[in-house]
């Protein structure tokens, strides 16, 4: 399998050249399971987990660590003969993929070569549906498992399909692939196991919302793992299988009884606090949805508050009363006995500290849908009471607070090198870089420098394998392109501007070559020419869209705000922009402009140059002030002793650390920048590894 097939398992997103997803080995928030392609096969890694936890993280999406290693043409070689082809065919006729069967039983995937060959893989493949052609103009189609059960129902002139890879692997374009051939009617069969009837039950659940009519028909007399294949070799024919059909109710998605869930919930978190009796949680009592449980609660906080032993002897007794009071006919031994089992002997911090947010959880979504109805009551509409729930307080979102899981995570920063170094090593010292979550502003002066920055930090980054997107609401992708090219090559912007003649043969080939390296480089540039829109929520729209890990917004007062003074509206935006961070984990890094006044004066700025200053002065946790010395209206003696290229950044806010000034070199020819000293730290670890290497 490659390192895509096996993202896909896992609903991976994906960063550059690798993917990350949550763990589902443990309770996972922050995506801490990773996915890439290394030379010997794919590598699977959780941060929290470690390494020997992969063989039972990859089981949980029905993988095995053999499967890590199927990926290189090479290994096709160690597999049996082909004693099975399948092709798959887009609409437009051409190969799309290739499957092969061998034995003993294994499977193998290749994608054309281009030349009427195949290449081990389908890494970049669009994948279709197995004899997706045929499928035009039928009205209802079977989904079943395989290929091979395909070409069964196939071969009885049944029209069916199935996707690449088998069970697990399902998508909606799928979905979409059968409304695009005109399929009204699907007909799932599942193979007989526990994988076949989740496959199948996806399969129901996606075409059913694609508006599709849906029956799920279950095969009598099948063996365990059975299929369609095997229905059909004990005896039965094609009419058989249609009668099945016609008697099969139409497929609805099973209901889930939430109240059932969420009392084995409460009661196994009041039986984990009862094991753990110093593991109590920061849940209150209102927050249990069934009144015995609410009860049972505040008693154990009330006995924890008052330092005494949390428990079944000593809650039993402080509850007596009342216990008998209002639950007459539960016996409290036998009920807190029941409690603790539902928990049986796992009763650890972690498990309590998962069963207290999924309490947590149930809780904020039945307030939620409460407050909800409310407003809707009260003359909102329903997206104006989606707003007001999006902006509550801590308390309706805030899950359980552990310091240790918040230590955790900072350590794993260290570890995985999470913080997002700018690559110019003075402002990283001062700094240590970006951070996921906050909003970064830097701000400049109009035409001396504050874009031609933003763009090398992208650049720097993206060296630095961290996915970035630059969003410019006052340029297009082939201005920016200019700038990245020009920087990279060391020809000057405005001759890539003007083209030939001032644009050399030579200058061409440099241009040609800077533009393969920033294709490695992988950034996104996000321009005018694609945004439909300035206003506030198509431009936050780009930016929660990104998948990028940090987002540069150039400029902020190019931003259309809705109503209110621009002082007013800007500050929305900075917040919003603030909520989209700390949600997704992305650094985002705002340009913003000084004010005129600022430019008559040429001085070196301060935070109260800036436009809506006061904004800037609250939500962001580094703000960073450019400044070209030799623009300014400095005294005689000072500007003739500053070079020409000298570049200043003021890093005037830094909330985790120091501020000061930070010196570069500019090159305004070609919008390039670099550090203005070197890195002495850097030279004496290079020259002591080379002395050590020389000896």
């Known amino acids: 399998m490659t390192a895509q097939d096996v993202a896909h398992r896992f609903d991976a997103k994906r960063t550059g050249n690798s993917w990350s997803a949550k763990c589902p080995s443990h309770d996972d928030n922050v995506a801490s399971l990773s996915i890439s392609q290394g030379e010997k096969g794919v590598v699977v890694y959780c941060h929290v987990c470690g390494k020997g936890a992969t063989a039972e993280i990859l089981s949980m999406v029905n993988l095995k660590m053999t499967d890590m290693f199927d990926t290189e043409a090479a290994n096709v070689s160690k597999v049996g003969p082909i004693i099975a082809d399948y092709r798959y065919i887009g609409l437009d006729g051409q190969p799309v993929l290739r499957v092969t069967r061998h034995t003993p039983k294994t499977f193998r995937q290749w994608r054309p070569d281009g030349g ?47 996707n690449v890879g088998g069970a697990s692997v399902w998508s909606v374009n ?39 009519k849906v029956k799920v028909l279950t095969l009598p007399g099948l063996d365990d793992k059975g299929d369609v294949s095997d229905w059909f070799t004990q005896g039965n024919v094609k009419d058989d299988l249609y009668a099945l059909v016609k008697a099969t109710e139409e497929y609805k998605k099973p209901l889930k009884s939430y109240t059932e869930t969420i009392t084995i919930v409460e009661r196994s978190l009041i039986g984990a606090v009862l094991l753990n009796n110093d593991s109590i949680t920061s849940n209150s009592a209102e927050e249990f949805s069934d009144s015995l449980h609410r009860m049972i609660w505040q008693g154990l906080r009330d006995v924890y508050d008052r330092d005494g032993a949390v428990v079944v002897s000593s809650l039993v007794h402080y509850l007596n009363d009342r216990w008998f009071k209002n639950f007459p006919t539960t016996e409290p031994v036998t009920y807190l006995t029941l409690c603790m089992d539902s928990i049986g002997t796992a009763g650890t911090n972690d498990v309590t500290k998962s069963l207290a947010n999924q309490v947590r959880t149930f809780w904020r979504a039945a307030t939620a849908k409460r407050i909800g109805a409310e407003l809707v009551a009260s003359g909102l509409t329903a997206d104006q009471a989606m707003a007001k729930l999006d902006e509550l307080p801590g308390p309706m979102t805030g899950a359980i607070y552990d310091p240790a899981d918040n230590w955790l995570s900072i350590r794993e920063e260290w570890v995985t090198k999470k913080s997002l170094k700018t690559g110019f090593w003075q402002l990283d010292d001062m700094t240590q870089g970006f951070t996921p979550g906050e909003v970064v502003v830097i701000a400049g002066r109009t035409s001396q420098g504050k874009t031609a920055f933003a763009k090398s930090l992208q650049r720097r980054l993206s060296k630095n394998h961290v996915s970035t ?27 890539i501007k003007s083209g030939p003649p001032l644009l050399t043969p030579e200058d061409f080939v440099q241009c040609d070559e800077e533009v393969i390296k920033l294709q490695e480089l992988g950034f996104t540039v996000t321009a005018l020419d694609t945004i439909s829109s300035l206003d506030e929520d198509t431009v936050l729209g780009c930016v929660a869209n990104s998948e990028a890990r940090v987002v540069f917004l150039d400029h902020i007062q190019k931003v259309n705000t809705r ?60 703000v960073w002030l450019l400044c070209w010395p030799t623009k300014l209206n400095l005294p005689a003696q000072e500007h003739d002793v500053i070079a020409y290229d000298a570049y200043e950044v003021h890093v005037a806010k830094n909330s985790d650390g120091g501020q000061g000034t930070i010196h570069l070199i500019f090159d305004p020819m070609c919008g390039a920048f670099s550090d203005a000293m070197p890195n002495m730290t850097q030279s004496v670890k290079d020259f002591t590894q080379s002395a050590s290497e020389a000896f």
């Open 563 to 622: 109503g209110e003074s621009r002082a007013y509206g800007i500050e929305r935006v900075v917040n919003r922009l603030h909520g989209i961070g700390i949600k997704q984990k992305k650094c985002i890094v705002i340009m913003w402009q000084f004010n005129r006044e600022m430019d008559k004066e040429g001085r070196r700025p301060l935070m109260a140059d800036m436009r809506d200053s006061g904004v800037a002065e609250i939500v962001p946790r580094q």
């Open 469 to 495: 997107e630059y969003i410019t609401l006052e340029e297009t992708a082939n201005s920016i392109t200019r700038r990245h090219i020009a920087e990279g090559s060391g020809v000057a912007t405005y001759k």
């Open 116 to 162: 009427g060959g195949w290449i081990a893989g389908v890494e970049g493949v669009q994948k279709v549906l197995y004899h997706l052609p045929e499928l035009k103009g039928c009205d209802a189609v079977f989904v079943v498992e395989g290929e091979k059960d395909v070409d069964e129902l196939t071969g009885r002139s049944i029209p069916a399909t199935c």
């Open 174 to 212: 799928y979905v979409n692939q059968m409304k695009e051939v005109g399929i009204k009617r699907v007909i799932v069969i599942p193979d007989n196991d526990a994988a076949g009837r989740k496959h199948a039950q996806e399969v129901a659940d996606t075409c059913l919302d694609a508006g599709l």
